[in-house]
């Protein structure tokens, strides 16, 4: 056994000089003229312990203490945890064709969201990000800490301006640069993959250097040339989900690739402790003291005391948002009472969780607030699948409220994706037939001379309805003081300064004119 802070023993010394002092014997003026038989009898409430034994008790309880803080061990084993781990470079293409409207409301944006799921679940990775376009610039190099690059990726205001040109070769030039020292260079690429042309020259330099693509293709139609580089690479090619399945196939073929090449293996210590035997001594004896040592009138009123202390330690901390329960009922009683505008006055001052704008989303429905609806809406995504396909339902409802029923159309398409409700396939069936009514008007009337009045076909319906079914756990709107400075700080954006990667190959589609 041994001692895991040793120098906390030099704190003994204390008690043992004053253990040894309590022994010199001084007689006050009273025992001076009395005998101790006298001083029994005149004594008012004596003590069953005397002042110097209790006195020497509290000594051994601060030793006790001080021996517990010392930490006494024993080593138990030593653990060695083997992870596998690799390199990556993730590359997202930031040209002119990423910012079709395709994916809605962008094939960029959807390419970014992906990017920072990627960080958050690459747990055994090191990462380092380029943007590129024609050219290849460097956002950040090779880290071991994804969730710092998570963090710093999410709040970045990338407003630069890039080349409309996408240029692969440049990305496949930049790592071989950045990660030289790896044996095998994997790459995660993020794009719209270009024109669907020949890459011979740019799979004979993957298998010259060694590099690996793994390719996350953020298209509609399947880009053949980008499948074809992957799979020839080694890598793994995989054509974009609404879920997270694309990222979660993409990091296990990384993650088994990887398996096998490197691995980094840690040493843990594990100790069996032994400060709790010295810490309920010394807590024994303080029982002892205050409960045996006093005579019983005074133990009653210690006892509480011991009591309400112990209470007090027990107790769970309570923040200032405490008072979010109260108001959290507040709210849900106004918008079960279809008070609306007090709900969404109550929901306002609830810490801004998902699910908190869930709720603010339908307090706003409901009000006819369709633009601040669909606000709140898009902030609430990514709680759950169902209720995700219940979020998307709610915001083609508020696009058909206000009249743009294409995009109604791709709210309810995504909905049925996550989970297939048959109140949004009866939507998306009226929307898809009055579609077609209007599209047929037209031709009839000619452009933009028909003016198509859209009886609003599921105002009728109780399909139409928002769906507002979900419980707020109530757990998560408690929110400590920390947690609020960090939502401070992470609502405040960085801007970033990229660094161009000098490279001299590029892609046959790169050099065409856009």
């Known amino acids: 056994m041994f001692f895991l802070y040793s120098n906390a023993l030099y704190l003994l010394l204390i008690p043992a000089v004053l253990f040894l002092l ?16 006298v001083l029994q009898q005149i004594t008012v409430n004596p003590q069953r312990l005397q002042i110097s034994t209790r006195y020497r008790y509290f000594l051994l309880v601060i030793a006790l203490i001080i021996l517990a803080l010392s930490r006494p061990i024993s080593m138990k ?44 679940k690459a747990h055994s990775l090191h990462v380092g990000i380029v943007l590129f376009a024609k050219n290849v610039y460097m956002l950040y190099p090779v880290s071991e800490d994804t969730q710092a690059l998570a963090y710093m990726f999410k709040n970045a205001n990338i407003q630069q301006k890039f080349e409309a040109n ?11 640069q950045m990660l030289k020292s790896e044996k095998i260079k994997n790459i995660i690429l993020l794009s719209d993959g270009g024109e669907d042309v020949k890459r011979e020259g740019e799979i004979s330099y993957m298998l010259k250097n060694h590099l690996k693509l793994y390719a996350l293709d953020c298209t509609p139609k399947i880009n053949n040339s980008l499948k074809k580089m992957a ?22 073929a990384i993650t088994n690739a990887s398996g096998e090449i490197t691995s980094n293996t840690y040493t843990i210590k594990q100790y069996k402790e032994f400060f709790i035997y010295p810490l309920s001594l010394a807590l024994f004896i ?38 979010d329960f109260i108001k959290l009922y507040k709210a849900q009683s106004a918008y079960e009472q279809k008070e609306y505008k007090k709900a969404v006055q109550y929901y306002e001052k609830l810490a801004p969780t998902k699910e908190r704008n869930y709720n603010l989303g339908n307090a706003f429905y409901k009000q006819h607030q369709y633009l601040e609806a669909l606000k709140y809406y898009k902030h609430a995504l990514g709680i759950n699948k169902q209720l995700d396909a219940k979020i998307f339902y709610n915001m083609g409802n508020c696009y058909v409220q206000r009249g743009k029923l294409e995009l109604a159309k791709s709210q309810y398409h995504h909905s049925l994706q996550l989970h297939p409700y048959k109140k949004t396939k009866n939507n998306l069936h009226v929307i898809i037939q009055e579609l077609k009514k209007r599209k047929k008007l037209k031709k009839i009337f000619g452009k933009g001379t028909a003016k198509v009045c859209f009886k609003n076909t599921l105002e009728g319906r109780n399909d139409s309805k928002v769906s507002s079914k979900y419980t707020i756990q109530l757990k998560r709107l408690v929110v400590s003081q920390e947690q609020k400075w960090i939502q401070k700080i992470q609502k405040q954006k960085m801007p970033i300064f990229l660094q161009k990667i000098p490279t001299q190959r590029m892609s046959l589609d790169a050099q065409k004119p856009w």
């Open 22 to 37: 309590s022994f010199k014997k001084t007689k006050n003026s009273m025992e001076n003229i009395f005998s101790n038989s």
């Open 77 to 120: 084993k030593n653990t060695e945890i083997t992870q596998p781990s690799a390199t990556v470079l993730i590359a997202l293409d930031v040209s002119k064709s990423m910012h079709a409207s395709d994916i809605y409301p962008s094939r960029l944006a959807f390419a970014k969201l992906k990017l920072l799921k990627l960080l958050q």
């Open 166 to 176: 996408t240029n692969i070769f440049g990305v496949l030039q930049a790592a071989k």
């Open 231 to 252: 799979q020839k690479s080694g890598g793994h090619y995989v054509h974009y989900h609404w879920g997270e399945g694309d990222v979660k196939s993409i990091l296990a």
């Open 286 to 323: 303080l029982y002892f003291i205050f409960f045996v040592a006093w005579k019983k009138k005074s133990t009653g009123k210690l006892f509480l005391l011991f009591v309400f202390m112990q209470l007090d330690f027990l107790s769970m901390p309570v923040h200032a948002d405490i008072f």
